[in-house]
Nanobody, 126 residues
């Protein structure tokens, strides 16, 4: 399974951006979907997750109320809608996927995911 993230770019504070992630060899009809981000010198940070079985979504504290994780009806693409972007949102964003079920409290851990995309850069200027 290979994940491909896209949609990153350079925007100004307050703008919106939508990231996409597609998978080869698998759909998003089942599994735990996730988005993480990372800046140089820091650990990978949880952004959002979507549990395909329970439909539960989870968000990191810094993005709650601004970002939305979703997938399309065909379940071939997952998205991260990012609104009211801030300079501190600047990072490389990674999509991730886990095959099996896992408790909600573990869905914000990078180690819980089986597959990762290559990352897409998001830069927010003030």
């Amino acid at each position: 399974v290979q994940l491909q993230a896209s949609g990153g770019g350079m925007v100004q504070a307050g703008d919106s951006l939508r990231l996409s992630c597609t998978a080869s060899g698998r759909s998003f009809s089942s599994g735990i979907m996730g988005w993480f981000r990372q800046v140089p010198g820091k650990e990978r940070e949880f952004v959002a997750s979507l549990d395909s079985w329970t439909k539960r979504t989870g968000y990191g504290d810094s993005v709650k109320g601004r970002f939305i994780i979703s997938r399309d009806n065909a379940k071939t693409t997952m998205y991260l809608q990012m609104n009211r972007l801030k300079p501190e949102d600047t990072a490389v964003y990674y999509c991730a996927l886990r095959d099996g079920r896992i408790i909600a409290s573990a869905q914000d851990r990078a180690g819980s995911f089986d597959y990762w995309g290559q990352g897409t850069q998001v830069t927010v200027s003030s």
